[in-house]
């Protein structure tokens, strides 16, 4: 058996722990070993790729202990793509931080690896319970993170975050107590051979523990009663932090995926817990992220409000599960991850150019490298808005496809229509304002430096790759997602994989 | 017995959600804790109630108790025993940072 399903998540806590011993080193020490981590991430997600794309399941027992009684871990296409553009934004998030922010605090690339391996683990495991510990050790290290460089904005940001997610955790224990005190088992697989068998007396709990799990994930999504946490947490992080916060909302969207291909979807009575709720409160989300933007005073606040809208898009193909929503939902969450941290780190550089007025959208000084920054605002702005021909256009234009048969079709094309032509007027004011309108006086403060530090650079060219890269070799990422999205609406050779035919369980139900 | 437990359960996570709702950090603490009691025992529930199952599978005796709910607590009391320890070190800095424990603090409006 290959041990190469929890490299993934040995590697990160590894070098954390390194990284804790060696604390009192210098910084290029703890750079050096950091970035070592991730590069060796970067490979091993790689060849998860490829050893995924053969189509099987691929199932690592912990301990050899077999399925039920033990922690699985599970490889196929979704989780490798998952930790490979967690792979591939820890690169971002290492290179901006070597700008310097990570000297604002001692531990900083600690909290980054563990970080790395609370996601990474989340993506990876079988068992719910399993999922519960890698949210909290993804959500402790956040915590950290959140409050990194300190500041009064930050700790009361962090106060909230906190609270907030420790109250999602009570809720998510409540659900597995639940799960476990009437199914018998945490191991997904499991979970959906036993719904299938489930008694009419127990279904109701089931049904109601089964949803309490469903709101903890669209809170960590950031749907829309749930939602309003996003922004200011996220504008109030330091600069690599706020890039690394672009997948936690994701976090939440694929443990929902998971849970209602293998879960939701397998038995009659759970089928439809996600609808008709889940595409109306996505459309809310849309509208209130597009609203957020429209009214934001700050780059930072638009871009923040950018995750709300492609968090709306993907819960729409989420909620609706048909092969190819999923596929679109793939595609759509690797095309809005990269771009979104992109323009976080675009915010950042611009603010740095205009000294006080940082990141307002009002008018200031003129930006000294007016022509590079504004051709790659430009590009990143065209992404994101879901023009042609870069890959929000392909992104969007698949989603709005899978979603024509559904009875909410209307809204939610007019929902992402409407929202993407609010995001380019948006972003057009904002670029107008900060690239077109200088002031000739200097009246914002001191003269800023006009240089673009090398690590965040780097990080930029790494993330505005991605969108004409993802346009260009958009036919084998779109058939990847697909047969993504095909391997995850057959629940029944997950299963198979992970139980195995021949075994027989023999369970009595506790009184 | 089962009553009883009930009872106590819904005591403590109405308590605990009526003091998550206060405006200051420090009963918020405390209501997360209360919450987490409530959760860690219903958890613990989850394995049913029992005084007399023995807690090793011994060949003839009875039905022995369920171990996975005690290891799933002890894992969840001590993920929720961090957690608060963490909420408690940021109240305190948040509190030296504005002098006042109130969650609104500082704030600008």
């Known amino acids: 058996m290959s041990h190469l399903p929890i490299l993934p998540i040995l590697v990160p806590f590894i070098a954390a722990a390194v990284l804790l011993l060696t604390h009192r080193r210098s910084t290029a020490t703890k750079r050096a070993i950091s970035l070592t981590s991730i590069v060796a991430l970067l490979i091993v997600a790689a060849m998860l790729l490829i050893t995924a794309n053969d189509g099987t399941i691929h199932v690592y027992r912990l301990g050899n202990w077999p399925a039920p009684f033990g922690i699985v871990l599970m490889l196929d296409r979704l989780s490798a793509l998952m930790v490979a553009v967690t792979a591939i934004l820890g690169l971002a998030v290492l290179s901006s931080a070597m700008s310097g922010t990570d000297r604002q605090g001692r531990h900083f690339h600690a909290f980054l690896q563990l970080e790395l391996a609370g996601l990474n683990g989340a993506f990876l495991t079988g068992d719910l319970f399993n999922l519960f510990v890698f949210f909290e050790i993804l959500l402790l290290a956040s915590y950290a993170l959140l409050v990194h460089g300190g500041g009064l904005a930050r700790t009361r940001a962090g106060l909230g975050y906190v609270i907030l997610n420790l109250a999602g955790s009570a809720l998510f224990l409540v659900s597995l107590g639940l799960v476990y005190g009437t199914l018998g088992t945490l191991n997904m697989a499991d979970l959906s051979l036993v719904l299938t068998k489930l008694s009419a007396a127990d279904q109701p709990l089931v049904r109601t523990a089964l949803a309490l799990m469903v709101a903890v994930f669209v809170l960590k999504a950031a749907l829309l009663p749930l939602g309003f946490w996003l922004p200011g947490v996220y504008t109030s992080a330091t600069l690599p932090v706020s890039v690394l916060f672009v997948i936690m909302t994701k976090v939440g969207i694929y443990a929902l995926l998971r849970l209602s291909t293998i879960g939701l979807a397998t038995a009659p009575f759970t089928a439809g817990l996600l609808q008709p709720w889940l595409p109306w409160l996505a459309v809310g989300t849309i509208a209130l992220g597009s609203l957020g933007a429209l009214a934001a005073r700050r780059f930072a606040i638009v871009v923040a409000n950018l995750v709300m809208i492609s968090s709306g898009t993907l819960l729409l193909a989420v909620a609706d599960g048909s092969p190819p929503a999923l596929a679109a939902a793939l595609y759509y969450m690797t095309h809005s991850t990269l771009v979104t941290a992109a323009l976080f780190l675009m915010g950042d550089l611009i603010a740095r150019q205009r000294g006080a007025l940082a990141d307002r959208l009002e008018t200031g000084p003129r930006i000294a490298t007016f022509m590079g920054l504004g051709a790659v605002y430009l590009v990143l702005a065209v992404a994101v808005s879901g023009a042609p021909p870069l890959s929000g256009f392909l992104a969007k234009l698949m989603v709005m496809q899978s979603l024509a048969h559904t009875p909410t079709a209307v809204a939610a094309w007019a929902a992402l229509l409407i929202s993407g032509l609010v995001v380019a007027l948006v972003l057009a004011r904002a670029a107008s304002v900060i690239f077109w309108e200088p002031e000739k006086s200097d009246a914002a403060g001191p003269a800023p430096s006009p240089s673009i530090p090398m690590g965040i650079r780097t990080a930029l060219v790494l993330m505005l790759a991605g969108a004409p890269l993802l346009a260009v070799v958009a036919s084998p990422i779109a058939s990847y997602a697909r047969a993504a999205a095909e391997q995850l609406t057959a629940p029944a050779r997950y299963v198979e994989a992970v139980i195995g035919p021949a075994t027989r369980i023999e369970r009595e139900r506790r009184p | ?109």
């Open chain 2, 1 to 109: 017995m089962e009553l009883v437990i009930a009872l106590a359960l819904g005591v403590l996570t109405a308590s605990g959600l009526y003091l998550l709702l206060r405006p200051t950090t420090f009963s918020v603490v405390l209501g997360l804790t209360l919450l987490s009691y409530a959760v860690n025992v219903l958890i613990f529930l989850g394995g049913r109630l029992g005084a007399k199952s023995p807690p090793l599978a011994v060949p003839g005796a009875d039905t022995p108790a369920d171990p996975l709910p005690q290891a799933l607590v002890l894992t969840a009391i001590v993920i929720g025993f961090g957690m608060t320890a963490y909420l408690v070190a940021l109240a305190l800095k948040a509190k030296g940072e504005c002098d006042t424990d109130h969650v609104d603090a500082g704030d600008a409006r």
